[in-house]
């Protein structure tokens, strides 16, 4: 279960004739969004597919010690935000999953090439694309590393390509090498593809996906809270609003909130538009970034992610700590509400797989919306292409 609250301590900063407004627009903002051709992560997933991740990540799990995820962006945060906010902090029991692609650092990849130098690893190279420099490099890195262990046979065992369903270089490996392939449908961008094999492979070797995906679906219900956080925001944006901090009380979901920063960043920041996104670890950065919060330039609002329970006991003078941990969260809320920050609160009642999921969906909605309310595209990303285009320019065809 999801509480939202995006009035108490962000009323006074917004022109409420402007917000009857637009919410009373909200059908046709709900039609609009129909519209779009991007919008197949809103349809269901096909149990064909479903059948054929779970088959694979079994048998990943039987024949390998881990599995190196490959791809950057829309490609990699879904399926790493979501382990990272269930994975141990210590002693970690989870299958092995490492994700890889992210940067061209040559000591990165040196030491993972050492790393996996003795290890029976398995790749999947996740790129709708199929061209994108940082998980190219990696991956031809990676399966020269292959090349030099295995026969061209057994190679193919330990290669899995997650693609487009015809168009890019992938595709055109995986027809000439016969390599096991996944589709990332024709109508789901890389940022909303979380409900596709691209995410759901991943996931599904050490979580439930029906679970998830059950989960996912289930934050339909949220339609409502999803419109209303969009309409918030672009009328708090229009206050010079210009940046969201996204405030966590629990680090393992930091990952969470990069793949928030991506989803929003890219969705809204076009045409000299939309919020910049950006992140804070609670307690920790109350003692660095709240000095400029509670002071500085108020150009800032903020969303607080809560969790309102914990299956953990701990005891501080008497005090349960995650209580504790909520009541710091109250109070900074008011702290900086009195300092002139609005503050939106997003509380689970608990940490669990379908609460995260049910959130997934629900910010999905809300960004696409909100792409909308800020007169952008909210599926493409061409300043991102831009820098590709540069980087061809100098690097060359890769
Ligand atoms: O959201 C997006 O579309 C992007 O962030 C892409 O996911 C990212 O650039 C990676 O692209 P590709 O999957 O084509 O490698």
Redesign the pocket.
């Known amino acids: 279960m999801i509480k939202f609250d995006f009035k108490t301590d962000t009323e006074e900063f917004i022109n409420q004739e402007e917000y009857a407004k637009l919410y009373s627009e909200k059908k046709e903002w709900l039609e609009k969004l129909s519209k779009c051709e991007m919008t197949g992560w809103m349809k269901e997933v096909d149990s064909d597919t479903i059948q054929k991740i779970k088959t694979t990540a079994e048998k990943i799990k039987q024949q390998f010690d881990c599995l190196v995820v490959i791809?950057?962006?829309?490609?990699f945060?879904g399926s790493y935000a979501f382990h990272k906010s269930f994975q141990k902090y210590f002693s970690d029991d989870s299958f092995e999953l490492i994700y890889a692609g992210t940067t061209l650092s040559d000591e990165y990849l040196e030491e993972l090439v050492e790393y996996l130098e003795n290890k029976n690893f398995c790749i999947n190279v996740?790129?709708?694309?199929?061209?994108?420099m940082e998980?190219s490099v990696t991956y031809h890195i990676l399966k020269d590393l292959l090349k030099r262990k295995y026969s061209q046979e057994e190679l193919r065992k330990h290669i899995i390509v997650t693609?487009d369903k015809e168009k890019?270089k992938l595709r055109e490996e995986v027809m000439e090498e016969n390599y096991l392939s996944f589709e990332?449908p024709e109508d789901i961008?890389?940022?909303?593809?979380f409900i596709t094999p691209?995410h759901l492979l991943p996931l599904a070797i050490n979580y439930n996906i029906d679970e998830i995906i059950d989960g996912y679906y289930d934050g339909k219900r949220y339609l409502e809270e999803a419109f209303e956080y969009a309409v918030t925001r672009k009328l708090l944006f229009d206050q010079g609003k210009y940046v969201e901090n996204y405030c966590i009380y629990e680090e393992k979901l930091s990952a969470f909130t990069e793949w928030l920063k991506?989803l929003f960043g890219?969705t809204e920041g076009k045409n000299g538009v939309g919020i910049y996104p950006t992140s804070s670890v609670h307690t920790r950065d109350l003692h660095s970034l709240g000095q400029f919060i509670q002071e500085g330039n108020k150009v800032i609002f903020e969303t607080f992610i809560k969790i309102e329970k914990s299956s953990n006991y701990i005891l501080y003078k008497g005090k349960n700590l995650h209580e504790m941990n909520n009541l710091v969260l109250d109070s900074v809320v008011r702290a900086h509400h009195s300092g002139g920050v609005p503050c939106i609160e997003i509380t689970m009642d608990k940490l669990t797989e379908k609460n995260v999921s049910s959130l997934i969906y629900f910010f999905l909605l809300s960004a696409s919306l909100s792409g909308l309310l800020f007169g952008v595209d909210p599926f493409n990303?061409p300043g991102?292409e831009v820098y590709?285009k540069e980087v061809k320019k100098s690097i060359g065809e890769l």
């Open positions: 791809g950057i962006g829309g490609s945060l996740i790129s709708k694309s199929g061209t994108t998980t693609t890019g990332i961008g890389g940022r909303y593809s691209a991506q890219e990303q991102v590709k």
